[in-house]
């Protein structure tokens, strides 16, 4: 599935480092999407972006601090990090289209450690 | 948006129909029912999607009740890459886009 990717895939990091991920979708769809799945915890969505407005921010701690230049790219900028941020990140997008199946499409993820 | 709850853990055989249920008591009138299926360190994979009565893909198929309370994905003829989570999900679909809380899901394994 190349429909969207996500960069790096693997990613260690200090506490005290700034890093961002990237996420890119070639599917022409409109909204785009940041999780955040933990080790054995639910998917946990952080925000959206519907036509490159942020319309949802989950109670995300302010060192996470995204960025959607346009309607195919969305950035996650990572500074400060705790070790408990340690997990998986995954990005999405879907077809705004107002018309059903509403299904979102995800990139493979970046496994991000924080030492 | 409304809870769901499904079982923790499903066992299977290769070759069996497994049909998964899950309950969303407080579903509202203007959500869609979702099924992903998501394997180790990899993004969820949409399976199917329905509002009432049954849809069928090439994939599964999900029956869904009058009332609309619980769904059953259906999945037949298991192999043994069907080994992964299952999540239900349920969510409004007036944005424009579904706003998707995932719950804890069905870890599927599925035997020789």
């Known amino acids: 599935e190349t429909g969207v990717t996500q960069t790096p895939r693997h990613l260690v990091m200090g506490m005290t480092n700034k890093k961002s991920l990237k996420c890119e979708q070639h599917l022409g769809h409109n909204a785009m999407y940041w999780y955040k799945q933990s080790a054995k915890k639910p998917l946990e969505l952080m925000f959206v972006y519907n036509f490159k407005e942020q319309t949802e921010n989950n109670s995300v701690p302010s060192r996470f601090s995204p960025e959607c230049p346009n309607s195919s790219h969305l950035f996650l900028h990572l500074h400060t990090l705790q070790p408990e941020d340690s997990a998986l990140y995954l990005c999405?997008?879907?077809?705004?289209?107002?018309?059903?199946?509403?299904?979102?499409?995800f990139g493979p993820g970046t496994r991000l450690t924080v030492t | 948006l409304a809870k769901t709850t499904q079982p923790i853990s499903m066992d299977s055989y290769e070759g069996q129909e497994v049909n998964i249920t899950c309950s969303h008591n407080n579903i509202a009138t203007n959500d869609y029912i979702t099924w992903y299926q998501q394997f180790p360190s990899q993004g969820p994979r949409f399976i199917i999607q329905g509002y009432k009565t049954k849809v069928t893909n090439e994939v599964a198929s999900l029956f869904i009740p009058a009332d609309r309370k619980s769904s059953t994905l259906s999945l037949p003829r298991v192999s043994l890459s069907d080994t992964a989570v299952y999540y239900c999900?349920?969510?409004?679909?007036?944005?424009?886009?579904?706003?998707?809380?995932f719950g804890t899901g069905t870890r599927l394994l599925v035997s020789p």
């Open positions: 999405a997008s879907s077809q705004e289209s107002g018309r059903a199946p509403y299904e979102q499409y």
């Open positions: 999900l349920v969510g409004d679909i007036h944005t424009g886009f579904q706003k998707l809380v």
